[in-house]
């Protein structure tokens, strides 16, 4: 405990205690925010020369030879430790080596130490460090230690000089290798490495000293605490900002730097690539660049950049951004500049160019098919109702003149000619929906009267089906909302499926009833209903349920696709409810007409 407390401070301790703390700053500053290569092994080579500096600082303060030799015996592990600590530290920067060898590093950073150590805590015994001629010396103020170096001694400092000389190799050839931006900064390394080496070779072998000290300790330090400073102001060892740097100088994009008065400092290789000759030189303005001179100088004047169209420029198109960036010191002027940068979209905007040719080809190409087909089935449409209307005449004008044989071929040709019929005046509103055509004349119709006329026209075909068409509705008399020729259509194409998927023998029904301020229609078949999630199939656009009684039935598969879109347009809806084996009932809700609506709220009050 003597040595701790018997302790006379002077210039010489105080010096020595001052770099101590200066090292500390550092090893926090570099641990809480500097990211490089190699930086643990930076970090316990700091580690080992605060302890190198520690024992320094006692060693100097100390006056008696027992405790001033015991502080320069405990400084070994740390003088062990930094050199193979800088090595690693030099090897994992420069060349950027794996950790996969941890183990062996691990080996380095605790058995050579410790052996150290073990040897310097037995030197007392050995003499193998120090020998007995070691002895305190006092030259006016000062006492110091002329130390008598044993065996041991030049063996540790020639293995521990293995390192350094390798350290010194590898900056050597890296030195070479590196671009001439990076050279300074690795020269720099190389005096840093060299440095420390050189003085303990001159204490050791002409006996320079520092206060009657080794002078290694000192020049490590000073030397760390240069890289220090340069780290604090040299980006070369910071990964951020070379990714950064590297960004900037390899990126395809041109990129210009202005500064806080909007006038040139700096542009990438792509920038100068793009506009040659015509780049300006530090500190001019921008102002007659081809196509973003303008745009740059309504920013400088506004600070907006006004326009967002592409430019063009040497047969590529780009997209102007300017961003700010901020200074790191809080002043008067925030702003350190603005990156201009140019983002090449030329293969963004040639695809999205052939994406809206080939959607114009797509919409005339439709338009097209839309107009032939609507052609087709009006064209269509004429020869067959003069067929249709030949059949009825030959079948009901001569009747008794027609053998059953021919008869029956007349019937066939009848209902294929009302099928067909059927067809092209599907295909033909189907074209018109699509292209906009059909205009609906919305009136008020009587719902009685309505629906009775309808049903009376399925007559007819439910008969000859055999299947019953009944119409079991009370007396809603209403006013409906709604174009009556259209109306018509999806009702009559709701019953007239109603009765083809019914067998023979079954029974179509129709009602009406009140849902609030719609009126809805309802027709319940007796077929063998539909499955279940295929509402899809049956409002699809030719498509239909995939059955046996579906394919024998025939159709196009546009009948109830129409009258979802028709009565849709006029404020109504259509679905259905089924059970299989059961039947179906399709609800169709149709608007009341205003004038009904009042009357009925007129009346609720």
Not at 179 to 194: E, M
Not at 281 to 292: A, N, P, S, V
Request: aromatic content about 10%; proline content about 4%.
């Amino acid at each position: 405990m003597t040595c701790l407390t018997s302790l006379e401070y002077t210039f010489a301790s105080a010096s020595a205690a001052a770099l101590w703390a200066v090292c500390v700053l550092i090893l926090v500053w570099v641990v809480r925010n500097n990211r490089f290569a190699g930086k643990p092994a930076f970090v316990l080579t700091l580690a080992a020369m605060l302890w190198w500096l520690f024992t320094v600082a006692f060693d100097l303060a100390s006056q008696g030879e027992t405790c001033k030799v015991g502080w320069s015996l405990a400084a070994w592990p740390g003088i062990t430790l930094l050199p193979i600590a800088w090595a690693f530290f030099v090897f994992d920067y420069t060349m950027n080596t794996s950790q996969g060898r941890r183990p062996i590093r691990l080996l380095f950073y605790i058995g050579l130490p410790c052996l150290a150590g073990t040897i310097a805590l037995t030197n007392s015994q050995t003499h193998l460090l120090y020998g007995t001629d070691t002895r305190l010396v006092t030259q006016g103020a000062h006492s110091f230690v002329v130390f008598d170096h044993g065996p041991l001694f030049f063996a540790v400092a020639a293995g521990l000089y293995i390192f350094v000389t390798s350290a010194l190799s590898v900056l050597a050839y890296a030195f070479f290798k590196a671009r001439k931006t990076i050279r300074p900064f690795l020269g720099v390394l190389i005096i840093i490495t060299a440095a420390p080496l050189a003085a303990n070779l001159a204490y050791i072998g002409w006996g320079v000293t520092v206060f009657g000290y080794d002078p290694t300790p000192f020049m490590f330090a000073v030397a760390l605490i240069a890289l220090s400073w340069l780290l604090l102001n040299n980006s070369m060892m910071d990964t951020a900002a070379q990714g950064r740097n590297l960004l900037f100088y390899a990126t395809q994009d041109p990129v210009i730097i202005i500064d806080a008065g909007r006038r040139f400092a700096c542009a990438n290789p792509a920038a100068t690539a793009v506009f040659g000759k015509k780049m300006p030189r530090y500190g001019e303005t921008l102002d007659h660049l081809e196509k973003i001179g303008p745009v740059l100088k309504s920013f400088k004047e506004t600070g907006e950049v006004n326009g967002a169209e592409p430019i063009k420029l040497r047969e590529r198109v780009f997209v102007l951004r300017i961003l700010p960036i901020e200074s790191p010191i809080q002043t008067k002027r925030p702003l350190l500049g603005w990156s201009v940068s140019l983002v090449d979209i030329t293969e963004r905007e040639y695809a999205a160019e052939a994406l809206r040719e080939a959607l114009a080809h797509a919409e005339a190409a439709d338009h097209a098919k839309s107009q032939f087909l609507a052609m087709i089935s009006h064209e269509l449409r004429t020869p067959m109702s003069s067929v249709k209307g030949g059949l009825d005449l030959a079948l009901h004008g001569a009747a008794g003149d027609i053998s059953p044989p021919l008869r029956n071929l007349l019937t066939i040709a009848q209902r294929n000619s009302l099928r067909l019929l059927k067809l092209a005046d599907d295909v033909l509103d189907l074209q018109k929906l699509d292209l906009g055509t059909i205009t609906l004349q919305l009136q008020d119709l009587g719902a009685v009267e309505f629906l009775h006329d309808v049903i009376e026209e399925y007559e007819v075909y439910a008969t000859e089906a055999n299947v019953g068409l009944t119409n079991i509705s009370g007396n809603v008399n209403r006013q409906l909302r709604a174009d009556p020729y259209r109306l018509k259509q999806v009702v009559g194409n709701v019953i007239s499926n109603a009765i083809k998927f019914s067998p023979e023998g079954g029974q179509v029904e129709c009602s009406t009833r009140l849902i609030g301020t719609k009126l809805r229609i309802s027709v319940q078949d007796s077929g063998i209903g539909i499955p279940e999630n295929q509402e899809d199939q049956v409002f699809g656009r030719f498509n239909q349920i995939e059955n046996s009684a579906s394919k024998a039935s025939g159709g196009s598969g546009l009948g109830m696709h129409i009258a979802k879109i028709l009565i849709e347009r006029m404020d109504g809806s259509i679905s259905y409810k089924s059970r299989l084996g059961v039947g179906t009932t399709f609800h169709i809700d149709i608007a009341l007409s205003p004038q009904n609506l009042q009357a009925h709220t007129t009346l609720d009050a």
